[in-house]
């Protein structure tokens, strides 16, 4: 079956960090372009960041220098490591894996960053 899940999110305080895991069973991950995506109340979904099958990685102006998105530690997975948080950030954080146009998402994770 083929499947992406997301893990990792939670309650943070302003200025604190979280990784958000991306799981994958039934495909090899790596070799799929992967996007996190975000979705917060009222608002459109958007793209945070990506990294494609050979590496290369890319962001949303309003995460640059702040996120990173990586391959994860566990295998098969992907990670999106967030720094200095802000309200703002506060989202539904989606994984998408896009390759030979097959697309797969998971069902998200829920980030809130409040004091």
């Known amino acids: 079956q083929v499947q992406l899940v997301e893990s990792g999110g939670g309650l943070v305080q302003p200025g604190g960090s979280l990784r958000l895991s991306c799981g994958a069973s039934g495909f090899s991950i790596s070799s799929y372009d992967i996007k996190w995506y975000r979705q917060a109340p009222g608002k459109q979904r958007e793209l945070v960041a990506t990294?494609?099958?050979?590496?290369?990685?890319n962001y949303a102006d309003s995460v640059k220098g702040r996120f990173t998105i990586s391959r994860g530690t566990a295998v098969n997975t992907m990670s999106l490591q967030m720094n200095s948080l802000k309200p703002e950030d506060t989202a539904v954080y989606y994984c998408?894996?896009?390759?030979?146009?097959?697309?797969?998402w998971g069902e998200g994770t829920l980030v809130t960053v409040s004091s």
């Open positions: 998408n894996g896009v390759s030979r146009g097959m697309n797969y």
């Open positions: 990294i494609t099958s050979r590496g290369i990685t």
